[in-house]
Nanobody, 116 residues
């Protein structure tokens, strides 16, 4: 079982990045998929979540509403996080999470740095 994040990097304020989370060893279609982030000296926080099933109900942290969009492609076994209008306070390591009943999987994280 593995979750591999990609797409992080250095971007200027106001810029965009798209993170990807590719799953292997299991099928994400029944899982609740989430993105979390952790900034230096801070606790890990939920950024966005997308539920399984038709429609894929989404939830976002107030700090990213209107700027970030989570989506899933079950055929590709991949979850995405489109991040627009990035701010310096979005700087963090971003982690992918898959959860279903007793299963709780994490990726290794990808660094996002927003700086001029």
């Amino acid at each position: 079982v593995q979750l591999v994040e990609s797409g992080g990097g250095l971007v200027q304020p106001g810029g965009s990045l798209k993170l990807s989370c590719a799953a292997s060893g299991f099928t994400i279609s029944s899982f609740v998929m989430s993105w979390y982030r952790q900034a230096p000296g801070k606790e890990r926080e939920l950024v966005a979540r997308i539920r399984s099933g038709t429609g894929g109900i989404t939830n976002y942290a107030d700090s990213v509403k209107g700027r970030f969009t989570i989506s899933r492609d079950n055929a590709k076994n991949t979850v995405y996080l489109q991040m627009n209008s990035l701010k310096p306070e979005d700087t963090a390591v971003y982690y992918c999470n898959a959860r279903l009943l007793g299963a709780n999987y994490w990726g290794q994280g990808t660094q996002v740095t927003v700086s001029s």
